[in-house]
């Protein structure tokens, strides 16, 4: 079954969202699985979600002037994709280290002296040169992050079979994000879901999105109005619904490579 908002709706325009059991990225899952309960398809917002592709780079942790240069060396060398390549950069870094050692113990000595005067050593050797030492610097890749985004839609039921609608709408996430067995010593995971961006009948047009974790469900009655207000039925004149995603792998390049146009 499908669940739509609003139904009949001339624009060929929505967002399409499917749920299915939680797999681990390890699974050995090769193919989308198959949905669960009711399918939801949803108008598309006038401005849709901003989505940030995360990767995370920090400033590498290494000590200013020589030091730190002997610091870079020797990690290069221990990084050798095997033992020979290690063995062989250790060696030839050893071997090319001479001059390098006599600055590594002139900037020793300097950072004895700064401490003994209570000051930094790079502000000694500007007082006395006008030099600071090189801070080396460079940025580490972590690695990729989990994208989050979230997703507002507002409902305004214009009749009893769309405001059955909405309230079906709103079970659905509520009940497929939650978990299952309160009663026992274990739960069900939640389950996961696809979101799909389909315009004209085209799914490519704009970004696309991993499966993802439903992580938090919102909803507002009348979030814009300065009293309640209901119909004969007593459901609200406007429901605001707020969905808050987290998608479960990240993205890499060749992701965006198979998915084509703006990729994810």
Known sequence: MVLSYPRNADSADFVAFDHFEYKSN???????PPAMGNAIRLYMPTSTPSVSNNNNWQTMN???GAIGQGQLDLARAVGGEDITTVVDRLKATVRGSTDRITDMFY??????????????????????QGKIFNPNTEIAYDGPGLRQFSMQFDFIPRNQLEAADVQNIIMEFKKWSSASGGNTNMYEVPHLWSITYVSKGMVDVMNRFKTAALTKVTVQANP???MHATFTDGMPVVTSLKLDFLENDVILREDHEAAGGQGF
């Open 26 to 32: 390890r699974s050995g899952r090769s193919s989308a």
């Open 62 to 64: 290494t000590m200013d």
């Open 107 to 128: 900037q020793g000595a300097v950072m004895a002296g700064a401490g003994i005067l209570g000051m930094q050593p790079n502000h000694v050797t500007q007082l006395g």
């Open 224 to 226: 814009t109005s300065d």
